[in-house]
Structures are given as C-alpha cells and as structure tokens.
C-alpha cells in the first residue's frame, strides 16, 4: 500500500484514470467515461452536493481526482466524489496529506460519503470490492449509482456493524443521515435528446 501512494504522487502514474490499490491488488480503468451514464451524471451530483455543503457548512465535498486511502481496510483509489463533514476533520477521522512540494495531496481516513458511478469496466469493483473495502474503512455512506439501462440505480449504503445496508426509499427518495437530506434521482431526456438528470433534494 506504502510503495503504491507513492507511486500514485510520482510522474509514473497514469494521467487522470481512475486507480485503485485494492486489498493487495492495483486496479486500473484505462476505459473511456461514458459522456451519457457517466459524465453528465457525475456533474449533476457535483453541482447539488457542492454547493449544499458549502451553503450549510457541513464540511468539504471533493469531485473525482482525490486520493483517498484507508491503511486498515488497505484500499487506496479515486473515488468518482468523497465528502468529510466538518466533525470528521476535528475528530481526525480523516487527515489531509501533504505532498513531497507544495500543498495537500491526498485524504487519509474515513470520510462520510463516498459516491462511484458504475461503468461497464468497473461493475465488479464498485458492486462487490469497494463495498466491502468501503465498509472496512468505517465509511459512513457509500452512494452507488448505475444509469447505463433504462431504469437508474441509485443507493444509499449506510453502514452498520454488519456491512452496508441500503436506505428503503419512499416515493423514489432515499434519506442520507450524512447531509440531513433526502434526494431522488430521475432522468428525462432533453429537447436534444440527450440524458437530463435531476438529483432532487428535499
């Protein structure tokens, strides 16, 4: 786990794909995002998660491109979104790492929310491994969403003493404990026919 963080900060490692050290194994997607159940769908979950933290102050919300490692789960990865509450960062359930030069560069702990966006190339890893790994690493809500059929799947994953239980939705919303809120997930398709997503918050 050491020699990959270190890796994943050199100029060896690859340029903007996802990378994960998984219990011992290092996982690389060197696939291309799909722009309609992928990209479009991780950007509407940015611009309603990012802005609700920062107007109510409830910590700090990160896109894709962080490096998140927990040491007892042994998992280290670019979640596709990670968010720590501002408890998180006073209690020290999460650190931030400097680099080697200026700045952080890396988040270590467990955070409250991690988000991954199933892909062709990663069913397996968000559905089974990163579950599991997620729930070692004592993360509070691992929010799982699949939007490449015609029906979307969207979970809350709350964590319990057990595993991951998945939050009962009602009327098609599903309650996060972590940001206080309830949201819904719909998908219409616009006058372009391309995907509109709507993450509604309530």
Do not use: C
């Not at 109510?56 to 990670?82: H, Q």
């Not at 199933?118 to 690493?137: G, I, P």
Request: hydrophobic share 40%.
């Amino acid at each position: 786990l050491e020699s990959f963080r270190q890796w994943m900060h050199s100029d060896e490692s690859p340029d903007k794909a996802p990378v994960f050290f998984l219990a011992g194994e290092v996982w690389v997607d060197m696939s291309k995002e799909q722009l309609d159940s992928h990209v479009r769908l991780k950007q509407k979950f940015y611009q309603v998660l990012g802005p609700l933290a920062e107007k109510a102050r409830l910590g700090d919300f990160f896109p894709d491109g962080l490096l998140l490692t927990n040491e007892e789960a042994d998992v280290s990865g670019n979640p596709d979104a990670t968010f720590v509450s501002r408890e998180s960062f006073r209690n020290g359930r999460v650190q931030l790492i400097e680099g080697a030069e200026d700045g952080y560069v890396e988040l270590e702990g467990s955070p409250d929310m991690v988000l991954e966006v199933v892909s062709d190339s990663s069913v397996e890893k968000d559905n089974d491994v990163l579950t599991d790994l997620y729930w070692k690493a004592g993360i509070r809500e691992y929010w799982l969403v699949d939007a490449r059929g015609e029906r979307i799947e969207f979970q809350i994953l709350r964590h319990t003493a057990r595993g991951y239980v998945a939050t009962r939705p009602s009327g098609g919303w599903r309650k996060s404990a972590v940001f206080g809120k309830a949201f819904r997930l719909t998908r219409q398709l616009d006058d372009l026919g391309h995907p509109d997503f709507m993450l509604d918050v309530k």
